[in-house]
């Protein structure tokens, strides 16, 4: 509370664009009007009868009538209403360029796990390929939720929450390493032994020399066309590693996501969608929230660069977007609006904040 309070204050005594020009007129033209007021009340004093009094009256109201206090005060007033109407209604704004160029966005970049979609997905199915002898799918459920746990990414809560369904235990785990935007690797303590656990994309085994075969990769294409995200799930014991499994998940569109899109396109903004997810899945994402245009399979860096690309081309850019993969893109874009309910990273990197869960805030 005591750092939105601090935001909205901040917000509020920052100057928009429009102020600071509204600041530039009134440097020259207040000490013009002053002038000519002041030349209006002497010129009744000196050339006509009347008493002191009435060229006083000549002079405030000259002054008063032309001086541009209405303007000078009004933008800075502007900002306050808007920034505190704005988190009366769980958006919040930091500044008053944010308010200002929101505006003019010309097209609005979306992610789509956690935004667009309601960012809870569930684990949908586990398919074993190559599963080491003893290991069976609640076991290596078990052990990739224990390193899973260590993440923040929604797919992540999706297998640890699947594996207290299941009331798996979470393993100790060590040397954690996370890949933004591919997967996650480290040791699991399992009853066997300390065991090697990477879940994550095809192109994060392929990192690790891990060939990912054609009727691996059929059937990830066959879970992605159906909408869902499939993480493989590679375990390495005595030297070996090898892909003992998919993971299959899937993440429900918001509700209001499609009207929300549509709404955006009839006020003539282009709405894009920016994913790490792979290209089939977030089509079968894209059609469903009615978005024509997606870049799919992007790291962090790549979706401030798309960014950075749409900004080249002309546009007021703006970015919605929840986690610590977007965090990039939110700093990079024109307007950068974070869903409050990610992460703080990504917070702190946007210029508004969306309090309020879901795309309708935007």
């Known amino acids: 509370l005591a750092r939105i309070i601090r935001l909205v204050r901040e917000a509020q005594g920052s100057k928009a664009p429009i102020a600071r020009l509204a600041d530039r007129v009134s440097f020259y033209f207040v000490p013009a009007v002053m002038g000519i007021a002041v030349a209006a009340g002497l010129a009744w004093l000196v050339f006509s009868a009347e008493p002191v009094t009435t060229a006083l009256t000549i002079f405030v109201a000259v002054l008063v009538m032309a001086c541009p206090c209405a303007m000078g005060l009004a933008t800075p007033m502007s900002i306050m209403v808007g920034t505190g109407r704005g988190a009366?209604?769980?958006?919040?704004?930091?500044?008053?360029?944010a308010?200002?160029?929101?505006?003019?966005?010309?097209?609005?970049?979306?992610d789509k796990t956690g935004t667009l979609t309601t960012g809870k997905p569930v684990l949908t199915g586990i398919t074993l390929l190559e599963c080491p002898a003893g290991m069976d799918e609640n076991t290596l459920l078990g052990m990739a939720a224990s390193l899973e746990a260590r993440s923040e990414h929604p797919l992540a809560h999706a297998l640890v929450g699947?594996?207290?369904?299941?009331?798996?235990?979470?393993?100790?785990?060590?040397?954690?390493?996370?890949?933004?935007?591919?997967?996650?690797?480290?040791?699991?303590?399992?009853?066997?032994?300390?065991?090697?656990?990477?879940?994550?994309?095809?192109?994060?085994?392929?990192?690790?020399?891990?060939?990912v075969s054609a009727d691996t990769q059929a059937a990830l294409a066959q879970l992605a066309e159906a909408g869902q995200t499939p993480l493989l799930l590679a375990v390495e014991q005595q030297g070996r590693a090898r892909l003992a499994g998919i993971l299959a998940l899937a993440d429900a569109l918001r509700p209001e996501s499609a009207s929300v899109v549509s709404r955006l396109r009839a006020m003539g903004v282009r709405v894009v969608m920016l994913t790490g997810d792979n290209e089939r899945t977030a089509k079968a994402v894209a059609r469903q929230a009615g978005v024509d245009e997606i870049a799919a399979g992007l790291l962090p860096a790549d979706k401030a660069a798309y960014v950075r690309r749409l900004q080249g081309e002309g546009h007021m850019v703006g970015m919605v977007g929840d986690g610590i993969n977007d965090a990039p893109a939110l700093a990079a874009a024109h307007v950068g609006m974070a869903v409050g309910t990610g992460v703080d990273v990504s917070a702190e990197a946007g210029d508004i904040v969306l309090m309020r869960d879901g795309m309708e805030a935007v």
């Open 162 to 211: 699947a594996a207290s369904a299941r009331s798996l235990a979470l393993l100790p785990v060590k040397e954690v390493v996370v890949a933004p935007g591919m997967g996650i690797s480290g040791q699991v303590a399992a009853q066997v032994g300390p065991v090697g656990i990477a879940v994550g994309n095809p192109a994060f085994m392929a990192e690790r020399g891990i060939e």
């Open 88 to 97: 009366q209604l769980g958006v919040l704004i930091k500044n008053g360029a």
């Open 99 to 110: 308010l200002e160029q929101a505006g003019h966005i010309s097209v609005l970049a979306v």
